[in-house]
């Protein structure tokens, strides 16, 4: 079974270093793209970026662009989202996803739980 | 980027009912790379549709996509109570993008 485990809720300062994580197991997970998700309180899904496991190529959303930084560490099937230093208006929970085929266009069948990021003073 | 404007905000209907959710793209999506989603209050989103018209597995055949191009449409033939949720359409081309999401919700 597919499965894509994150890590917990965190609760940070402004200006505040950050990273999440995201397990997938079941499956192999340098066969498939990872894309982040932000939904912030009560408003809709907003795509962050993507990755490539095998070789950590990277595409971000302009929106994104240069806040965050997507990794992986292939050798224990995680993927990472992290923030150098987060603001206010990072507050959101943050979901990771599993392509379904095997390209960077492909659509989201497997999601993690979600992790809910606060950040606040 | 692509924006993906979906209509209407909210639909008010019973159980029974059909629903016509509908999808407009600022400019063609490519290969049909349309999808939709649905989420209920504390969970994940999930797959329904891919390639704007292919059912995920397990999904009800009273969810069908169709469309091409810029305009798309989600339709559950008959709307059972565990259908009431919120609906997005995402492209997933080049940078993905959502529609502001379609709230069904009981009439």
């Known amino acids: 079974e597919v499965q894509l485990v994150q890590s917990g809720a965190e609760v940070k300062k402004p200006g505040e270093s950050l990273r999440i994580s995201c397990k997938g197991t079941g499956y192999s997970f340098t066969s498939h793209y990872i894309s982040w998700v932000r939904q912030m309180p009560g408003k809709g899904l907003e795509w962050m970026g993507r990755i490539d496991p095998s070789d950590s190529y990277t595409n971000y959303s302009p929106s994104f662009e240069g806040h965050v930084t997507i990794s992986t560490d292939k050798s224990i099937s995680t993927a990472y989202l992290q923030w150098s230093s987060l603001k206010a208006s990072d507050t959101a929970m943050y979901y990771c996803?599993?392509?379904?085929?095997?390209?960077?266009?492909?659509?989201?069948?497997?999601w993690g739980q979600g992790t809910l990021v606060t950040v606040s003073s | 980027e692509i924006v993906l404007t979906q209509s209407p905000g909210t639909l008010s209907l019973s159980p029974g009912e059909r629903a016509t959710l509908s999808c407009r793209a600022s400019?063609?999506?490519?290969?049909?790379?349309l999808a939709w989603y649905q989420q209920k209050p504390g969970q994940a989103p999930r797959l329904l549709i891919f390639?704007?018209?292919t059912r995920a597995t397990a999904i009800p055949d009273r969810f069908s996509g169709s469309g091409s191009g810029t305009d798309f449409t989600l339709t559950i033939s008959r709307l059972e109570p565990e259908d009431f949720a919120v609906y997005y359409c995402q492209q997933y081309g080049n940078s993905p993008t959502f529609g502001q999401g379609t709230k069904v919700e009981i009439k």
């Open positions: 390639g704007a018209s």
């Open positions: 996803a599993r392509h379904y085929g095997y390209s960077s266009s492909s659509a989201y069948v497997h």
């Open positions: 400019q063609s999506v490519s290969s049909s790379y």
